[in-house]
């Protein structure tokens, strides 16, 4: 009898996860119970997923690349993945911005909500600390993002998972001298490479284990923690804005997926669905990183040599779904507290998005910083940034969440093109026991 595939147990754990959450909300003692009892399990599991997520990029990369015949093979991949993430970004904030503009959801917030949403949240520290974070990277240069991606100590890179950066630059600076050696040189290396990229794809299968379970608790925390649902409610026009926006781009990337590539856009969503709720569970690209590259290779079909560049990138720099929040925020912010936005001002939103998705770190909560930089941009009012931060912080988490699975989607649509457009897209390899844990044959 063969078990329920992964997905559906990822999606029931969710689901009975929520109604756990909300159940606990009842009693008194049932949001502590949560946190001390139940979220660590989902606490270790997210722990696990970036434990191995520099390994796996490191390994992967490393193998992607000394995979090679040459160099122009390499540039000839790196070129189209920069250049279709930039497209796909600044398509999301467009979509953003034209729908921000024609519903207009920061017309409909009352004065009163407004000061109460500014006494709860103005002066907390989750808002304060994004408004400090983000005058940190204010005050540093415009070529601030491309210094920082030079690490002047490989270890300390290899150490810190938002230092994602140096490390995929620190990869393909030694994958590249790789090939330039030649392969007589650089087959112990590549050896050894190749190996640990098996061993932490095994490590990726055996964490998958325990994801149901995972997700289960992290969903019951999420329920618990969230904030009133009445200033929920008064934000409820806002958010699906920014819930709306995020649906169209999934549309746009099964158009894409269908278009460019013929592939089935369905069966797209199906095969990657795992990591899209793993996406939504966790709020964080690099923490699905190793989920998302697995079910590319092994359930798509796309190489190794574009999926361990491409995905790796896309998790640090291509964030469309964080990038139309970003858009639909500082407009809805700009329309509550009365401040007119031009259209400069609006195609300054569209180019300081970019830049910000590129340093942005994928882990939850960057995208309120990226937020800040935004609003700096366009010149808002110093004076009402915690203000603004305080109307959308009720309700950044669960957007936070949605927006990470389609930065996820994202990642693996450009995958999908890129691996089409240089002949790399071919047949799944789907390793059964993945999904069917009941049909382990050992090798």
Do not use: C
Request: charged residues 15%; aromatic residues 8%; proline residues 4%.
């Amino acid at each position: 009898m063969r078990k329920l595939e992964l997905h559906w147990q990822i999606l029931i754990g969710m689901l009975l996860g929520i109604v756990f959450g909300f159940a606990m909300t009842i009693p008194d003692w049932g949001a502590a119970f949560v946190q001390d009892w139940i979220n660590p399990f989902g606490t270790i599991f997210v722990k696990l997923l970036k434990l191995i997520a520099i390994p796996l990029i490191l390994a992967s990369l490393v193998k992607g690349i000394s995979d090679l015949k040459d160099i122009s093979s390499f540039k000839n991949i790196g070129l189209r993945t920069i250049g279709i993430y930039i497209i796909t970004t600044i398509i999301a904030i467009s979509i953003g911005l034209i729908l921000v503009n024609i519903l207009q959801p920061g017309k409909g917030i009352s004065q009163e909500t407004i000061a109460q949403l500014e006494q709860t949240y103005a002066n907390d520290a989750g808002v304060t600390s994004k408004i400090e974070e983000a005058n940190r990277q204010r005050e540093s240069g415009p070529l601030q993002f491309l210094e920082d991606m030079v690490p002047d100590n490989a270890f300390n890179a290899l150490g810190d998972n938002s230092l994602m950066l140096q490390v995929i630059f620190f990869t393909i600076f030694l994958g590249i001298s790789m090939l330039l050696i030649g392969e007589k040189d650089s087959k112990p290396l590549k050896k050894f490479f190749d190996s640990l990229n098996e061993v932490v794809l095994k490590m990726v299968d055996l964490i998958m284990l325990t994801a149901p379970v995972a997700v289960f608790a992290l969903l019951a925390n999420v329920v618990v923690t969230s904030g009133d649902p009445d200033l929920l409610l008064a934000l409820l026009k806002y958010a699906g804005v920014v819930v709306l926006g995020l649906v169209l781009m999934i549309v746009f990337y099964s158009l894409v997926v269908a278009t460019f590539t013929r592939y089935n856009p369905w069966t797209f969503l199906k095969k990657i669905s795992p990591a899209q709720l793993l996406a939504f569970s966790t709020s964080s690209s690099a923490a699905t990183l190793p989920v998302t590259m697995e079910r590319v290779e092994e359930h798509i079909g796309v190489d190794k040599e574009v999926s361990s560049f491409v995905l790796p990138v896309g998790a640090t720099i291509n964030m469309d779904g964080t990038s139309l929040y970003q858009g639909v925020a500082a407009v809805f912010i700009s329309q509550a507290l009365g401040f007119e936005l031009s259209l400069a001002g609006q195609l300054t939103i569209i180019l300081t998005a970019l830049l910000a998705s590129i340093g942005s770190a994928a882990v939850p909560g960057a995208g309120m910083v990226m937020l800040v930089i935004v609003l700096e941009s366009i010149n808002f009012p110093a004076d009402k940034l915690a203000i603004g931060l305080a109307l959308i912080f009720a309700v950044d988490r669960p957007l936070d969440m949605l927006r990470t699975v389609v930065n996820v989607t994202g990642d693996a649509t450009v995958a999908m093109m890129v691996a089409k457009s240089v002949g790399k897209l071919g047949k799944p390899k789907v390793k059964n026991w993945d999904d069917h844990l009941d049909e382990v044959t050992p090798k």
